[in-house]
């Protein structure tokens, strides 16, 4: 398995400001994925981030409200961006450890409340 | 496209109940099945997966079988806890992707 941490773990912000989640896992993964979590709703991909590429994006979302980082094969972050209530949301953080078995671990969340 | 669909909750049981929480997918290919579990204020956790048909997914008294005749992989438990209530969601990755499709997921609640 594999020991996923976020930061921070919760956060209560401000409209139009910006917020960046750090993701750190315990190992070197090939592929880490950004989700969220909206109030009672299931997960929605929102970019897989791969070390020395750019994030590829799902559909509905784009860099410039949600620019990621992968410096290394352990850390990324999340940045949500010019923020407005309608992004008040758990951001999930997970990794793909186990590549033959397309197994996920997921962080711990970041729960995200926008005023 | 690949999708998941779960019985819609909450789902409220005594204690020691039996546990039946419904999930059927739609997906080309073979896909790998999962159910994953969320705990108050905590991230995903796997529960249980199975990767091909008539697998039998299992862990912590809980049970799921891929049906890929009924493209079913329903979750069951013999007799539930206070400590089992959670949000449980169903997923899929298919065939050499690395993306997973979740259900919308199922709130149980265990009362004493």
Known sequence: ?115 | GNSVTQMEGPVTLSEEAFLTINCTYTATGYPSLFWYVQYPGEGLQLLLKATKADDKGSNKGFEATYRKETTSFHLEKGSVQVSDSAVYFCALTNTGGFKTIFGAGTRLFVKA
Not at chain 1, 19 to 24: E, G, P, Y
Not at chain 1, 62 to 77: E, G, Q, Y
């Open chain 1, 1 to 115: 398995s594999a020991v996923i941490s976020q930061k921070p773990s919760r956060d209560i912000c401000q409209r139009g400001t910006s917020l960046t989640i750090q993701c750190q896992v315990d190992s070197q993964v090939t592929m880490m994925f950004w989700y969220r979590q909206q109030p009672g709703q299931s997960l929605t991909l929102i970019a897989t981030a791969n070390q020395g590429s750019e994030a590829t994006y799902e559909s509905g979302f784009v860099i410039d409200k949600f620019p990621i980082s992968r410096p290394n094969l352990t850390f990324s972050t999340l940045t949500v961006s010019n923020m407005s209530p309608e992004d008040s949301s758990i951001y999930l953080c997970s990794v793909d450890r186990e590549l033959s078995t397309d197994t996920q671990y997921f962080g711990p969340g970041t729960r995200l409340t926008v005023l």
